[in-house]
């Protein structure tokens, strides 16, 4: 008899140029984007919106659908609207289609009285920018800044931000910000590094110019020849770019002002360094043959691109310079075609011997299969041979064809430290494929297989290689849907060796079995210092086994997740041992389980004496106000602290008032409250016996503050 058909819908939302795709179906509540839970979803700040649905329909109404989110395409902010909207929708449709009219209806009214755009695409655009302005209307305004010297005037070139200006008290140079004359611009944030080729070949230029012509100084100092001028010019560019770009790489997440001051400071001071010491000496030669060289060549920043034969060879144009010094490329956020594989292939031929890591992330998003997969023959072909110690396949969606077409390159390497294979469609065969392929794993450090569909199957692979890198000190292995079987595996090849620092097993189905065969695996670690267990299923038993065995070891042990494992107050007193024996804890996450009141407290009385401790998160787990209260007292004092996540708990309007007059002086220290109900579980059988009432929240407090947690068993 065939099988009834599955109870399911798909249904898309889109922002801008980002589609998120949501297929909902019968199930029992899990909602997850890009193979996270929902809970996890970046950036942090804009989490609530995606919860938006959920918040105004009630966690109840998603209690009977399981919701798989695919979101691509824009920035951060439209993909969170783009699954806000795809969310609602597919609701939308799983009740009017499965449940009742009414019911579709009833949802429908409420979305659309809160945001219609939560069920209608929103269809603004941006107005595109104008050439001859910085935006869409905005024109550039004129004015003439008080005095500036011209001699200096090249760096307008390297920045339409700064300025050199000459003073004479000093006699050097200052490097001015421009919008300090016009206090009333509007400020807007730019990336301002790296400067095009064009930008520095004219800087050389300007340079070339002011060392050859007449200006205040060179009347002071003298003028040089026009060849001499110019291949000084060109050394001061070149060693000034060096330090501003390691200055950039140390802080790549601003918008590379600072970098561009560093290039200017430094052009100025050699450029009148040159002048000093005149055209008689070769001395006015300022780099010298140990001038350090890049050894990093990236072309992953801004947005993602698709790139074919003309930009191809315009952006590997550095990698042909002779005698360069690159040893590790990135080539990550571009999309390969077949014509800008073949571009790359001589390049690579020619390097593979000096690279040590290659980074081929996310490049050939968008390619049909049959043309991505013979780009990555082309690349695999050409680096076969070379000794990398890091490589990065990830974000490619390979599956068993990508990974045997990196075959030619996974064969020979032999000295890989780093490997990984993040969100690349890793089935059970392609797990096997990576085993056979790769020859040796004796030097591996890190292994990372986050979000892959390896299941049971392909984990007994993953073990394989595990159990063959000895020297492994971070392994990731997250959201790869392996269940008990396969857990065990993993743990079991997890033993077989010592050196292992962190740890990610997050999002797996381990059970109650794997945590028992985790905590065996786990007696062997001396050396860890992150552990993240969250969402493994694994209950009391399998969580007390693994705290019994954690307190005699890891005792570097500083990040402890633990969070979604069903974990009630029963196994709170091995729990609160194995924590309090972390003098070097700074993060616990405990969300998401049934530790109540009764728990909280045997917890947050061994708390009180980890002075290293930053983040506590207690989300979700039933606790109401002496919880609260007790746990609040525990952190409030210490002086590093930085966060306490009690949301979604059921502590009373009182309670909240209590715990925020505890952080009084520093409430950026507590957790958002939004989503606390004060009256939860009221007709629960739990709620019966301890009573709702304040008096009876004190007397549990009053039985456990007493309550004495051994740290010697």
């Not at 070139?157 to 050199?164: D, K």
């Not at 794997?514 to 038993?541: F, P």
Request: hydrophobic share 35%; proline share 4%.
């Amino acid at each position: 008899m065939a099988a009834p058909p599955i109870k399911s819908v798909q249904c898309f939302g889109r922002k801008k140029t980002a589609v998120a795709v949501t297929y909902c179906k019968e199930g029992r509540g899990l909602i997850k984007i890009n193979g996270c839970p929902i809970e996890l979803v970046e950036p942090e700040i804009l989490r609530f919106k995606a919860y938006e649905p959920i918040l105004l329909l009630g966690r109840h109404r998603f209690a009977g659908v399981d919701m798989r989110i695919r979101v691509k395409g824009g920035g951060h902010t439209s993909q969170i609207y783009a699954i806000r909207q795809s969310i609602a929708k597919a609701l939308v449709a799983y009740y009017q289609k499965f449940v009742d009219e009414q019911s579709k209806k009833e949802i429908k009214d409420i979305l659309v009285r809160y945001d219609r755009t939560l069920l209608v695409a929103d269809p603004r655009r941006c107005e595109p920018k104008k050439f001859g302005g910085r935006g869409a209307r905005a024109r550039p305004k004129r004015s003439t800044p008080f005095f500036t010297l011209s001699f200096p005037s090249f760096l307008l070139c390297a920045s339409s931000f700064f300025s050199l200006t000459f003073c004479g008290e000093t006699k050097g140079f200052v490097v001015m910000d421009t919008t300090s004359l016009d206090a009333k611009r509007r400020p807007f944030s730019l990336k301002m590094w790296p400067p095009s080729q064009n930008t520095r070949r004219v800087l050389v230029e300007r340079m070339t110019n002011n060392l050859s012509t007449k200006s205040i100084l060179t009347e002071k100092y003298g003028t040089l020849s026009k060849e001499e001028a110019e291949e000084n010019a060109k050394q001061i560019e070149d060693v000034a770019f060096v330090a501003a770009d390691q200055k950039y790489e140390k802080e790549p997440d601003g918008d590379g002002s600072s970098a561009v001051h560093c290039y200017a400071r430094e052009c100025s001071k050699m450029l009148l360094e040159v002048l000093k010491k005149g055209s008689s000496s070769k001395e006015s030669k300022v780099v010298s043959d140990s001038t350090p060289k890049q050894t990093l060549f990236d072309i992953s920043k801004g947005t993602r691109a698709f790139i074919e034969t003309e930009e191809a060879e315009k952006l590997l144009s550095p990698l042909k310079e002779p005698g360069n010094a690159y040893t590790k490329i990135c080539f990550s956020n571009r999309s390969f075609g077949l014509g800008a594989a073949r571009v790359a292939e001589p390049i690579l031929i020619s390097l593979k011997n000096q690279l040590k890591e290659v980074d081929l992330s996310d490049f050939i998003a968008g390619r049909p299969e049959a043309e991505a997969l013979e780009v990555i023959n082309i690349f695999a072909a050409a680096l076969e041979g070379s000794e990398l110690r890091f490589l990065d396949l990830s974000n490619n969606a390979l599956g068993e064809k990508g990974v045997r077409a990196f075959g030619a390159l996974l064969k020979s390497q032999s000295c890989l430290e780093e490997l990984y294979l993040m969100n690349d469609g890793i089935s059970e065969e392609a797990a096997q494929a990576v085993h056979e392929l790769i020859p040796s794993t004796d030097k591996l450090k890190i292994l990372h297989f986050h979000n892959n569909m390896t299941g049971n199957e392909g984990a007994f692979a993953i073990s394989n290689i595990v159990k063959l890198s000895s020297l492994l000190e971070d392994f990731r292995c997250s959201s790869t849907r392996v269940g008990s079987e396969g857990g065990v595996a993993l743990c079991e090849a997890l033993g077989t060796y010592t050196h292992l620092k962190k740890l990610d097993l997050r999002d797996n189905m381990f059970g109650v079995e794997g945590g028992i065969a985790l905590s065996r695996a786990l007696s062997k670690h001396e050396h860890l210092k992150e552990i993240y267990l969250s969402y493994l299923n694994l209950e009391d038993e399998g969580v007390v086994a693994l705290a019994n065995v954690l307190k005699e070891s890891a005792p570097s042990l500083e990040v402890l997740d633990i969070a979604g494992n069903d974990i009630t107050a029963k196994a709170a007193p091995a729990l609160a041992t194995c924590i309090g024996a972390k003098t070097l804890l700074t993060q616990l996450n405990l969300g998401e389980n049934e530790l109540k009141d009764e728990g909280t407290i045997q917890i947050s009385q061994v708390l009180e004496g980890l002075s290293q401790l930053k983040e506590v998160d207690l989300n979700t787990n039933s606790i109401r106000r002496a919880g609260a209260r007790v746990l609040a007292q525990a952190v409030v004092q210490k002086p590093d602290f930085k966060l306490l996540n009690i949301n979604g708990n059921f502590i009373s309007d009182d309670g909240i008032d209590e715990v925020k007059a505890l952080f009084k002086k520093s409430p950026h220290m507590l957790g958002s409250l939004d989503e606390n109900d004060p009256e939860g579980e009221d007709d629960a059988e739990d709620d019966e016996e301890s009573g709702d009432d304040e008096g009876n929240e004190d007397v549990l407090e009053s039985k456990l503050k007493n309550l004495e947690v051994d740290q010697d068993e």
